[in-house]
């Protein structure tokens, strides 16, 4: 006990009278001047008669001023009201302890204690009291503050949605709140002291947390701590569901100790889902979309699943669409999605990845006997499609097939390597299936690079030429004119034939401006030449190759027409080369287009004859006035009788249909000396010359022609 309040308490109530009791208080002074509290001795009528320095000081008063003077006309009436009844308690014998607020005028509300001690009278009764008052008004508000403040923070941890819970390093739980015992369907009191790991983590995750808690312990490293993670979490029940994380630390008494937010997730994963599911389908079939499949392809992927996607790109489609509509063709398109599907292994995908191509995934398994019976099952049901109209249609479809290996990193690339795949099927005519090796995307950049290369080289000057392969007259050996052949110098890889690049111009969209370049340079050398004939020659031709693309495009004839005006040549010295497969795919334009060539004057001779679809049900409708045998029935006609009989018909069907029959690939005088006797009208082949640069071909334009002598040899036999 505080010694002063001991004396307050016992000293004075020792003491016997009221002068006895002042003469003691008087003693003590400067002692009781120096404490920090009021000390005040009242007579029993409750006027001062002893008051301390605090005293005085907090009323703001000299002792003169005071004593002497009642509570009441010192304190005012209602702060004498408030402390009367301890008054009367002390005057009747009584030592009081109170404590409160009490309102002092002009000073506020003070939280005060209070020891009143009586003073014993000579008589029976009391002679007064002292009152012994401590001010506890500034500590009593620290501790009201801090005790709203607990109160504020347990009713937001209480009250919060999410769940919190504390731990320590240990990975102890020390605190789960209501929100928590709700989430988790766990009892708080059945919690604290459970690990946290065990407790709320599903068995697959914690080990991760366990390890990052050991590396908390060693290296006082922590990856969780003030970041948001997502990991799911373990109910009671065992259901699993998402949570966002967030671990902050503090230390509290010295000891490190966790609080763990967590937020129930699953509402928030759930409408991300059904966003997805939008952002995902396909609209017109209702089936998986090229983003959810590379998706899924993704995820097997980041399960070092086996990972086979099956491309089916339905062959024509485009065609189809144009000629029986859009209508249709979307009919036609959830047809086949429906067959599609009904094929489908549990764990499979199927999705529909651009116009006229779906995509199937198959999982777990990369047994190439499996994915054969799939291909085999895919192509039935392409081929036994039916619109969701109900109406039949014969397709087939170009399929690649491509299997995730080491090397692909991302989903796109093994979609990319079925889709090269697929390519190679729908170049090779389509109805067939292929399987992706690497050797295909090494020729695919090798293709990209090459497209590239020819639009520097088109673009250039020098890099492509041309070179001209001399026709001859038959029966005559005269030099009838020249086939032009492109020809590409390239920087690096030197000199590449037409096949190396004409079909990348065809795919590249870069055939028509090679085409017309063609056109103009051999047009342009035609015209050179045909000055530097000897006097009285018959004028030459030049062939010039069109490939079926340069017939489809809309300004082709224009295109020609002009050329051949610029170089100032006579349109009947030009022969345009088509082939047979120009012809298959719109058959109707294209001879529209030929007929509109034909009615510009030039020629026009059907290329590599006997090899395509030759059908002699359009062969009289085409407006052509020459076809050109194909070098493979003019090889080694003396060894084959099959080859000696077919270019006897073909030359037969000329001189029926009034054609001109040119034979290619004439290697030999034996060769030639056959198609001669079988009457064909034109030969070309290395027997007569190679295909020459301009220089080289100047000599036989001049009338040196080095195989005559050898002609007239032979006819001389
Ligand atoms: P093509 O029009 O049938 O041309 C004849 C091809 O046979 C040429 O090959 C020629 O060099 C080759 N040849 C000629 N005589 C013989 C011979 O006795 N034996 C052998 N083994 N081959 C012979 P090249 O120049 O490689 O051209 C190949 C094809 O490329 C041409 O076949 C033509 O379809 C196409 N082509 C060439 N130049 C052009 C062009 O400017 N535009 C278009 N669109 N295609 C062209
Ligand atoms: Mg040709
Ligand atoms: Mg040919």
């Known amino acids: 006990m505080d010694p002063l309040v001991a004396f307050c308490r016992h000293g004075a109530a020792e003491l016997v009278g009221l002068e006895a009791a002042l003469e003691a208080l008087g003693a003590l002074r400067d002692l009781l001047d120096a404490v920090p ?37 010192i304190l005012g009436p209602e702060l004498f009201r408030a402390l009367k009844p301890f008054g009367d308690r002390a005057l009747a014998g009584e030592s009081v302890e109170a404590e409160g607020w009490f309102f002092y005028p002009g000073r506020g509300r003070r939280y005060t204690r209070r020891v009143y001690t009586p003073i014993r009278g000579s008589g029976r009764g009391f002679d007064g009291f002292v009152a012994f008052i401590e001010d506890m008004t500034v500590r009593r508000l620290a501790e009201d503050t801090l005790r709203a403040s607990e109160t504020l923070k347990s009713a937001a941890i209480d009250g919060a949605l999410d769940s919190i819970i504390a731990i320590d390093a240990d990975g102890t739980i020390l ?23 065990e407790a709320v983590l599903p068995p697959d995750q914690r080990l991760a947390y366990h390890a990052e808690l050991a590396r908390f312990r060693t290296d006082g490293a922590h990856d969780l701590v003030g970041r948001r993670t997502e990991i799911e979490a373990v109910r009671a029940d065992g259901r699993r569901f998402p949570v966002d994380l967030t671990l902050t630390d503090a230390l509290i008494g010295g000891r490190r100790v966790f609080t763990a937010h967590l937020r129930d ?48 790109e339905i062959d024509r489609f485009a065609n189809l669409r144009s000629t029986f509509g859009h209508g249709f063709a979307d009919d036609l398109l959830i047809g086949l ?55 039949t249609v014969f397709l087939s479809a170009s399929i690649g097939i491509a299997t995730v290996t080491a090397d692909h990193r991302r989903s796109e690339e093994i979609l990319r390597d079925a889709e090269i795949a697929a390519g190679r099927a ?49 029966v005559t050996g005269r030099l009838a004119g020249f086939e032009a052949l492109a020809r590409w110098h390239h920087v690096e890889r030197g000199l590449i034939p037409p096949s190396g690049f004409v079909p990348i111009a065809e795919e590249a969209g870069l055939i028509v401006p090679l085409g017309r370049w063609v056109v103009a340079r051999a047009c342009a050398q035609l015209a050179a030449w045909q000055s530097q004939r000897e006097p009285g020659a018959a004028p030459l031709f030049m062939s010039i190759n069109l490939s079926p693309r340069q017939l489809e495009d809309a300004g082709c004839v224009e295109g020609v027409r002009r050329e051949i005006f610029e170089a100032g040549i006579d349109p009947a010295w030009v022969k345009l080369e088509i082939t047979e497969g120009a012809l298959i795919r719109k058959p109707e334009e294209s001879i529209a287009t030929l007929q509109r060539l034909k009615d510009l004057g030039v020629g026009l001779s059907i290329d590599d004859f006997g090899t395509g679809y030759s059908s002699l049900s359009y062969l009289h409708r085409l407006p052509v006035d020459s076809v050109k045998i194909d070098r493979s029935f003019v090889t080694a006609l003396n060894h084959s009788e099959e080859n000696r009989a077919i270019v006897r018909v073909i030359v037969d069907l000329g001189r029926l249909f009034g054609y001109d029959v040119i034979a290619e690939g004439i290697e030999t005088a034996e060769d030639c000396n056959l198609l001669r006797a079988l009457a064909c ?31 007239a040899d032979d006819d001389e036999e």
């Open 37 to 73: 509290a009021r000390v005040a001795l009242f007579s029993a009528d409750r006027r001062h008669r002893y008051v301390n320095r605090p005293y005085r000081e907090f009323l703001e008063l000299p002792a003169e001023r005071i004593l002497g003077r009642s509570v009441e006309d």
């Open 175 to 197: 605190e789960f709140n209501p929100a928590a015992e709700r989430t988790f369907g766990q009892w708080r009191t059945e919690m604290i002291g459970r690990r946290f790991a």
């Open 265 to 312: 997730i699953s509402e928030r994963k759930r409408s991300e889902r059904e966003l997805a599911e939008v952002a995902y389908h396909d609209a017109v079939t209702g089936l998986a979309n090229r983003q959810r499949l590379l998706r899924a392809i993704s995820d097997a992927m980041a399960k070092s699943q086996p990972v086979t996607v099956v491309l089916v």
């Open 337 to 391: 999605a429906r067959g599609l599907s009904a094929g489908i292994e549990p764990g499979g995908l199927l999705a529909r990845v651009d116009q006229h191509v779906f995509a199937l995934l198959l999982l777990g398994t990369d047994d190439p006997a499996a994915v054969d019976a799939t291909v085999e099952a895919i192509t039935a049901s392409v081929r036994d499609a039916v619109s969701s109209s109900g109406a």
């Open 426 to 474: 729908r170049d090779s005519g389509g109805g067939c299936s292929v399987r992706f090796d690497r050797e295909m995307y090494r020729s695919v950049i090798e293709r990209v690079r090459s497209e590239h290369d020819l639009r520097r080289a088109l673009a250039s000057e020098g890099e492509l030429w041309l070179a001209y392969q001399p026709i001859v007259e038959m």
């Open 681 to 711: 009208d034109y030969g070309q082949g290395y027997y007569f010359a190679r295909p020459l640069p301009a220089e080289a071909a100047l000599s036989l334009v001049r009338g040196d022609l080095p195989w005559q002598t050898a002609l």
